[in-house]
């Protein structure tokens, strides 16, 4: 989600004509405390985890449009009221009514009322992946650790030929001689001259195991490994941009970053504009612009292409009059390769 969303918070706003207005200047300027980068980062990540967000149009000067400031409203804090919304921002709850808050629903919205998060599928994905780290934290907590044990040998001898076999004592109790073992004796000793909790002797044979070596020889990312694959599946992101991806060749990374704009990155962006321009539609007309992606060289490239093919097929069914200027025309609007009469 943050790969996503970073990319979407890089995608530059431009005016259809060129010039500023005041639509194009608040999506630069959204907020006293925000860049666009970091508002559309924010305004993304949100959309993504709960498969809706919601921006609060907050005026400081009522019906002035200059004074206000565009909000990221956290889904998880948001309460739905009959008409008015409540939710927390910067540790303040507030309740506003509908009309002051911009609803945005993720581009795989499905064909119900209710926005479904692209994470509610993967809650297995996430067990396990937590899972793995925990398990991997206990073996990095443990890794210090050496764990002594008995030879397989000498497991089974009686404990009486060990450290715990009594030795004689000059030692009286109330109940007659002192009774210890050689571990007691020998740890006196040690005690005695300042080597406790160093030296531990043992007359067994003892294997001795640390965990640290231990460590090396789990592999958690293949724990996980089929996880990961199905969160980049949910969110269209290509394994070849992950550290999965690691026989990625350069020419591969870069069809992915192709399909990953042609898949998130831009629906994602042209639906926040559209979104802009019906709520503001006195306020200017903006667009996204790709233009400073390397990936959209390719992929305009590819568009321009297919634009060409279609005008030429187009063009044979005018001139044999199968068509008509009218239908021509209209063809080339539904696919978006002229806009209002005029090329894109």
């Not at 706003?13 to 405390?33: A, C, M, Q, V």
């Not at 008995?150 to 060990?162: D, H, L, Q, V, Y």
């Not at 571990?183 to 040690?190: F, G, H, P, T």
């Not at 294997?207 to 640290?212: I, M, R, Y």
């Amino acid at each position: 989600m943050n790969q996503i969303a970073k990319r979407v918070s890089n995608v530059k706003f431009e005016s259809l004509d060129g010039r500023s207005n005041e639509l194009l200047e608040k999506i630069n300027n959204p907020n006293n405390y925000q860049t666009k980068v970091e508002f559309l980062k924010e305004f993304c990540i949100f959309l993504l985890s709960s498969g809706y967000t919601a921006i609060w149009k907050k005026y400081n000067a009522f019906g002035v449009f200059s004074s206000l400031e565009l909000i990221n409203i956290n889904p998880d804090t948001i309460g739905f009221n009959l008409n008015s919304i409540s939710f927390t921002h910067q540790a303040i709850k507030h309740t506003v009514d509908y009309e002051q808050i911009i609803f945005f629903y993720d581009i795989r919205k499905c064909d119900t009322d209710y926005a479904i998060s692209r994470l509610k599928p993967l809650k297995s994905q996430i067990d396990n992946i937590r899972n793995a780290q925990k398990a991997k934290g206990i073996q990095i907590d443990n890794s210090g650790t050496t764990i002594v044990s008995p030879k397989a040998s000498t497991s089974n001898n009686i404990m009486e030929e060990g450290l715990d076999g009594p030795v004689p004592t000059k030692v009286m109790g109330p109940n007659g001689m002192i009774q210890k073992t050689q571990k007691e004796v020998m740890e006196e000793k040690l005690t005695s001259r300042g080597l406790k909790n160093r030296i531990i002797v043992s007359s067994k044979g003892m294997d001795a195991v640390n965990l640290s070596a231990q460590l090396n020889n789990v592999k958690f990312h293949e724990i996980v490994e089929t996880d990961v694959l199905a969160f980049c599946d949910a969110f269209s992101f290509p394994p070849e941009l992950t550290p999965y991806g690691k026989r990625a060749t350069f020419d591969n990374k870069e069809l992915a970053e192709i399909a990953l704009m042609e898949s998130e990155i831009i629906p994602i962006s042209e639906n926040f504009a559209k979104s802009m321009m019906s709520v503001f539609p006195k306020r200017g007309e903006v667009f996204p612009s790709f233009k400073h992606i390397n990936a959209m060289s390719l992929i305009e490239e590819r568009i321009q292409k297919t634009n060409g093919t279609t005008i030429d097929q187009l063009t044979v069914l005018l001139e044999k009059e199968i068509i008509s200027k009218e239908e021509f025309r209209k063809i080339l609007q539904t696919k978006k390769i002229i806009e209002n009469g005029k090329s894109r």
